[in-house]
C-alpha cells in the first residue's frame, strides 16, 4: 500500500521557512497546520510523498530539486508517476525507474541548494 505524507512549508513573519511533515494518520490524530496559520505563519506549499527514496535515502516528494550528477530539475505527479522535469521543458520530461541514482538537493518552493 502506497504510503501517503505530506510535506508543508510554511514561511513565518520573519519570513523564515519552516518544514512539518505528517502522514496521514498524524493529521487525521492532530492538526498542527491550523495553530501555525493561527501563529501568523502563511502556508506556502503542500507537497506529496512520491513513496520514492534519494541515493541517500532521503524521501523524495513532489517539487523536490534532484540531480543525478549530470542534470538538476524537479519533481512532479503525473499519470500515477514521479516525472523529472529539466529546464521547465517538456520536451525533457520523462519518467524515471532509476531514483536511487538521484539526489534531492533542495525543493522550488524554499529555493534551498547545497
Avoid: Q
Amino acid at each position: 500500500m502506497r504510503e501517503i505524507k505530506i510535506k508543508y512549508y510554511f514561511k513565518d513573519r520573519e519570513n523564515k521557512i519552516h518544514i512539518l511533515t505528517e502522514s496521514i494518520e498524524e493529521i487525521e490524530s492532530h492538526n498542527d497546520i491550523p495553530v501555525n496559520i493561527k501563529n501568523g505563519w502563511e502556508l506556502i506549499a503542500r507537497c506529496i510523498y512520491t513513496n520514492l527514496t534519494d541515493k541517500n535515502n532521503i524521501e523524495i516528494y513532489e517539487e523536490d530539486i534532484v540531480t543525478n550528477g549530470i542534470d538538476k530539475g524537479y519533481v512532479f505527479w503525473h499519470t500515477g508517476r514521479a516525472m523529472f522535469c529539466v529546464d521547465n521543458s517538456i520536451t525533457d520530461i520523462a519518467p524515471m525507474d532509476d531514483w536511487d541514482t538521484f539526489e534531492v538537493i533542495g525543493n522550488i518552493n524554499t529555493k534551498l541548494l547545497k
